[in-house]
């Protein structure tokens, strides 16, 4: 008994020195913690924005700063879609909710992570507005001490009302009011239970279920909403249901939504916060790469367009947006002949399938069903593949496509951040076909892969966040290897040529070294969308041009967005041009056959003797050079000639085809003499009409280049004597001579 009696006055000790220990730490890691009644509220200088050069930018946003509301305007069934969706017990606890909170302490022990909250009201203004975003046990602990302190200072109502008032809404919304106006046009007195169950509904997750960017998920949220509602008797299935039935907004009520650089630096800020796991609240610092005299110079230019239209500039060095101007936001939209470079050639150089030089056939031609045209519905027989692009024909970008492999192809472009659902697979997306597309954001930063020698780097708008002093978000540089060094400077190199005579020629002007590519997207009622896209060593500047509501126009990528991007890149290379690009190592400039290539279309390396005329210079990778070279001014060599005698002479043909610069050295022998019959250049028929009677002859011809004589050829035997066979073949006769049958 005694024993016994020891062994729970040991237990007492050690649990009252733990309990000690605990409320010494307690107090020692929250004596700071203070609530301050001015961070409570939203003030201007809460947020704010900062440019390259870490100057405030003054935003253009129409919703910020902000203006507070009082809660007794609010309708009842407003607050009790935040209460019933947040805190369903709000007013009966004081300030925790002990059940929720052992519950997610069990499962962030299991995971060994903090990622389950079970925040209450009172502890989300808390954490919005007075707290870092750590998620830390101190954190925790100095939360606890706030939210009691708040708990005993205010009532329910002040408390939700400054929760209210302090909120982020998405779109830069911060509070009920300007959430109220941005989305409906309404004060929150005005308020109707529909919109009462999205803006509860957006509380969770502002990116994910905002009705402008993801419809169906928001309209799923608010079901949710309601029925939480109609679970917690605030509304009955009459109300439910008519909620239920009233449409989602579909463009937002304020005017010159998404103007503004700060738009899509908001965007971002709610895709950030998700995927770290930082609250959007407090004290908040955003530092961007935004250059405010670029930004203001695409802005100027939004006149020169009665679409809409989106412009950007994209900082090659830092990956960053310079400058973002659209009357459309941040659309998905198809990507026409824009996606060429990035799907099509940039694959099919990686994997050695083309070089810039390769011929390529542009025919109509069928694909299992399906049949591309080009534009005007016209072909040009072989074409290479530099100027397949340059030129942006739509045949010869489908047949590559169908070697590189449309799986594989997919591939790359999701190395590039452009993710392609399988249900889109086929060749149709050599031209752009697929159902969603891609925001221009993201077709910049893939096409930075080019300039940026084959690497890929995520675009953003934003540098850095910080929170209430503490580094919530800092951009990490991680680029991802989509093509070769070799392989980028020469898709890249293939796109100057769209600039000096393809789709892209109204920038040839620019003096200085510009790749560029243009694509249109349409049907054969109209055109939807327009772009035009540049690269330089310094930036990526994209245009496009067309209808949020895809109503149809007349325009094309080289039209006014070649013209529109002619100016922005004149305007950023006012002062200074651009370094020129710098050929990889890997890269050398190789001589072809020129007649080989353009007879045969064959690719083959010009022989070491050839004149300069005979020589075709393109450029290839080192490790996947033709492998064959020519030798016919090394080595003169020829077809065989067709010889015909009539009517007591000879006529020697000589086949076509053979280089310019050869001489022929016709010999004539008998059994007794040899004679030279003709020495010099090409001609339709050698004639020899200095025969005897009753005689037989035997010719060669020897082919001639800068008195290097090549293998003789010998001709079929002629004898004079006319009662005799005139000429005895060793080669069946030549068919396509028009007057083959006199033989």
């Known amino acids: 008994m005694k024993k016994f009696s020891g062994f729970l006055l040991i237990t007492a000790a050690l649990v009252s020195a733990v309990f000690l220990g605990a409320t010494a730490g307690y107090a020692a890691i929250t004596h700071d913690a203070v609530l301050d009644e001015k961070k409570l509220v939203l003030s201007d200088d809460k947020i704010e924005i900062f440019d390259k050069y870490d100057e405030a930018v003054h935003t253009s946003s129409p919703v910020v700063p902000h203006e507070n509301f009082r809660l007794k305007t609010l309708p009842e069934q407003t607050k009790w879609a935040f209460i019933d969706t947040e805190d369903k017990d709000f007013y009966k606890h004081h300030g925790f909710a002990y059940k929720r909170m052992l519950k997610a302490a069990w499962e962030n022990l299991k995971s060994r992570s903090f990622r389950e909250g079970a925040s209450t009201i009172s502890q989300q203004l808390i954490k919005n507005t007075h707290l870092s975003q750590e998620k830390t046990i101190r954190r925790k602990l100095r939360e606890f001490k706030l939210t009691k302190e708040l708990e005993k200072r205010y009532s329910k109502d002040q408390i939700l009302e400054k929760y209210l008032n302090t909120i982020y809404f998405g ?33 969770r997750s502002p990116n994910n279920y905002s009705p402008f960017r993801h419809p169906e998920n928001c309209l799923s949220r608010k079901k ?44 971002e800020l709610e895709s950030l916060a998700e995927r770290y796991s930082f609250t959007i609240g407090g004290t908040l610092r955003i530092y961007t790469w935004l250059d405010p005299d670029t930004q203001s110079f695409l802005e100027s230019l939004g006149e020169m367009s009665e679409t809409d239209k989106t ?22 939209r198809l990507p026409g002949s824009l996606i060429k470079p990035l799907m099509v050639y940039g694959p099919a150089v990686e994997e050695n399938i083309i070089a810039p030089a390769t011929p390529v056939l542009d025919e109509k031609t069928d694909f299992g069903g399906y049949s591309p045209k080009n534009f005007g519905d016209t072909y040009n027989g072989y074409v290479s593949a530099r100027e397949c692009l340059a030129r ?12 590189v492999g449309v799986e594989k192809a997919a591939r790359y472009m999701q ?9 889109d697979y086929s060749l149709a997306l050599a031209l752009g076909g697929m159902k969603n597309g891609f925001s221009l954001g993201d077709l910049l930063a893939a096409y930075s892969v080019f300039p940026g020698s084959g690497e890929y780097q995520p675009a953003g708008f934003i540098r850095e966040i910080v929170i209430d002093g503490f580094t919530a ?21 293939m796109m100057k040529t769209a600039v000096k005579t393809g789709t892209a020629k109204k920038l040839r002007s620019l003096p200085f070294d510009i790749s560029a590519k243009t694509g249109t997207s349409g049907t054969e009622k109209g055109n939807t969308d327009a772009y035009a896209v540049s690269c330089t060593t310094a930036d990526v500047v994209g245009v496009w041009l067309g209808n949020a509501d895809n109503s ?10 070649a013209n529109i991007l002619l100016k922005i890149n004149e305007y950023l290379y006012r002062d200074r041009p651009p370094e020129n690009f710098t050929r990889p190592d890997g890269i050398q400039t190789a001589e072809l056959d020129r007649d080989e290539y353009y007879a045969t279309h064959n690719m083959i390396l010009a022989d070491d003797s050839a004149p300069i005329q005979a020589r075709l210079f393109e450029l290839f990778k080192t490790s996947a050079l033709p492998g064959v070279k020519s030798d016919k001014y090394t080595h003169p060599s020829i077809s ?37 019959v003709y020495q010099g250049k090409y001609a339709s028929c050698i004639t020899d009409d200095n025969l005897e009677r009753g005689k037989t002859y035997v010719y060669t011809v020897i082919p001639v280049y800068k008195g290097v004589r090549g293998k003789a050829v010998v001709l079929p035997t002629v004898t004079t004597d006319d009662r005799l066979q005139s000429v005895v073949p060793d080669t069946p006769p030549d068919i396509v001579d028009k007057n083959w049958w006199d033989y």
């Not at 978000?473 to 190199?493: G, H, I, Q």
């Open 552 to 561: 149809l126009t007349d325009l094309t990528g080289g039209g006014l967005p």
């Open 311 to 332: 412009y950007a500039v994209l900082d090659n060095a830092t990956h960053g947006f310079k400058a973002y101007y659209s009357t459309a936001g941040a659309i998905r």
């Open 224 to 267: 949710t909403v309601l029925k939480a509602m109609r679970k917690q008797g605030h509304i009955d299935a009459g109300e439910e249901a008519e909620a239920l039935e009233t449409p989602l907004p579909e463009t937002p009520s304020i005017s010159g939504f998404d103007r503004s650089y700060s738009d899509r630096v908001f965007d």
């Open 171 to 203: 779109h830069s919304c911060f509070g009920l009011q300007s959430a109220a106006r941005f989305y409906f046009g309404k004060e929150p007195s005005d308020l109707t239970l529909s919109d009462s169950a999205i803006l509860a509904g957006l509380v």
């Open 473 to 493: 978000y800092k951009r990490v540089f991680r680029p991802t290897r989509v093509f070769s060094e070799e392989t980028a400077y020469l898709v890249n190199d």
């Open 640 to 676: 065989s000639p067709s010889l015909r005698y009539a009517d007591g002479k000879v006529c020697i043909r000589l086949q076509e085809g053979a280089p310019d610069g050869y001489e022929y050295i016709v010999d004539r022998f008998d059994s007794v003499t040899h004679n030279t």
């Open 392 to 403: 942006s024909l739509n045949v010869p970008a489908v047949k590559i496509l169908n070697s």
């Open 415 to 423: 190395k590039m951040g452009l993710e392609i659902p399988e249900e």
